[in-house]
């Protein structure tokens, strides 16, 4: 059974800075990508960030370019995103999700807040 837990979230203030952890259990980690997904309240799951096996292949959607950084740890099947300059519209549930997250189901955890003051 697949399981995903994330930590991490918080209150924190505009410009502040959160990392993020993810533990996953029940696959073999260190095969597969991974993913952060957030949800904003009334808006639409959105990718984030995703980060290959290896962990030298990464990718950002614009809004968090130059802001935020994937990294792994396949030898304690964590996966981490560091939010640095965050922005109120930064808030959103954030979700650590098996594999590229690209379908319309995938493994996710059950997440952890992030809250960015003004």
């Known amino acids: 059974e697949v399981q995903l837990e994330e930590s991490g979230g918080g209150l924190v203030e505009s410009g502040g800075s959160l990392r993020l952890s993810c533990t996953a259990s029940?696959?073999?980690?260190?095969?597969?990508?991974m993913t952060w997904v957030r949800q904003a309240p009334g808006k639409e799951l959105e990718w984030v960030s995703r980060?290959?096996?290896?962990?030298?292949?990464?990718y950002y959607t614009d809004s968090v370019k130059g802001r935020f950084t994937i990294s792994r740890d396949n030898a304690r099947n964590t996966v981490y995103l560091q939010l640095n300059r965050l922005r109120t519209e930064d808030t959103a549930m954030y979700y650590c999700?098996?594999?590229?997250?690209?379908?319309?189901?995938?493994?996710r955890g059950q997440g952890t807040q992030v809250t960015v003051s003004p």
């Open positions: 980060i290959n096996s290896g962990g030298g292949d990464t």
């Open positions: 029940g696959f073999a980690f260190s095969n597969s990508p």
């Open positions: 999700a098996k594999g590229w997250a690209t379908g319309r189901s995938f493994d």
